[in-house]
């Protein structure tokens, strides 16, 4: 075994089988007294000299499919009550909670939650997987149907890091564009900078949303946050307006 290698024929000889392989930019042959395949038929097939054609055929009739995994990653705990749950009827089998063994050591504290979502495609489809656009495709598809069966979480793609894609995040259901500045840059990611705000709304409004200005905090954890008196309590209630968002700022 040689890892790192990719094989390029196996030819079965009289005494022996001779691998030609590909190493870096190097063509190697090697021989070996018996050799076990453990690639994938359709591709052993290809590799191997020599098969029956009965054997041949039947290998080339076994199909493969990409079996993608696309992890949906949440800054806050979405849902922790099952380890590998089964969703049929949607674009992923079943999604699994990444961080569910650590959770149960003592200590842990939450703060995000991963799910990976077990994502087969069609064969047809494989290509969507070549390119960042395609991929990106599967992964909005699959937050969409991840959404509608949690629809009370809020979904957010930072702007700055998805510019061609606004229509197919906002149709997958994502409802938040975390911060956006028009004063500082995006300090985690400087190299990609904000898009202009006006620019964001207009986006965001062809189609059918509007974009409006939220605080720190949801505005459905705003009850229960001013409920408890205090100054965080004064301050949130200052700046929200009736719907718990930000109040508009009034010219002076
Ligand atoms: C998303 C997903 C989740 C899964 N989850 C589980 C799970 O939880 N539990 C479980 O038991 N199974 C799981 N499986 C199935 C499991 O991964 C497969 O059954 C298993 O990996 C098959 O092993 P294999 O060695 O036959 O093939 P592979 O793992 O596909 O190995 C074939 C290898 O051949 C290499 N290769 C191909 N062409 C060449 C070449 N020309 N030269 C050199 N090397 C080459 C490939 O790079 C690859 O490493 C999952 C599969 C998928 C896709």
Excluded at 55 to 68: C, E, F, G, L
Excluded at 201 to 213: A, D, F, P, V
Excluded at 219 to 238: H, M, N, Y
């Amino acid at each position: 075994m040689q890892s790192g290698s990719t094989i390029v024929a196996v030819v079965p000889g009289k005494d022996d089988v001779q691998v030609t392989y590909m190493q870096g930019t190097e063509l190697k042959t090697a021989a070996a007294k018996a050799v076990i395949m453990a690639t994938p038929k359709f591709i052993t097939r290809r590799l191997v000299e020599g098969l029956p054609q009965k054997q041949n055929d039947a290998m080339q009739q076994m199909r493969y499919i990409p079996y993608s995994v696309v992890n949906l990653i949440f800054d806050k705990p979405v849902f922790n009550k099952g380890y590998d749950n089964w969703c049929p009827g949607n674009r992923f089998t079943d999604f699994i909670v990444a961080d569910w063994v650590i959770q149960k050591q003592p200590g842990y504290h939450q703060k995000f939650n991963i799910a990976s979502c077990y994502t087969p495609l069609k064969e047809e489809e494989r290509s969507h997987l070549l390119n960042e656009t395609g991929a990106r495709k599967i992964a909005a598809n699959v937050l969409s149907d991840f959404q509608k069966l949690m629809p009370e979480m809020n979904i957010q793609a930072p702007p700055n890091l998805f510019a061609p894609c606004y229509d197919e995040l906002l149709d997958a259901g994502i409802n938040d564009w975390g911060g956006v500045s028009p004063l500082t840059p995006d300090f985690i990611n400087p190299e990609k900078p904000w898009p202009h705000l006006e620019q964001l709304k207009t986006r965001t409004e062809s189609r059918g949303y509007i974009l409006r200005q939220r605080l720190p905090v949801y505005p459905e954890f705003l009850t229960k946050l001013i409920s408890r008196p205090g100054l965080l309590s004064d301050r949130v209630q200052a700046a929200a307006d009736r719907e718990g968002y930000a109040t508009r700022l009034q010219a002076a």
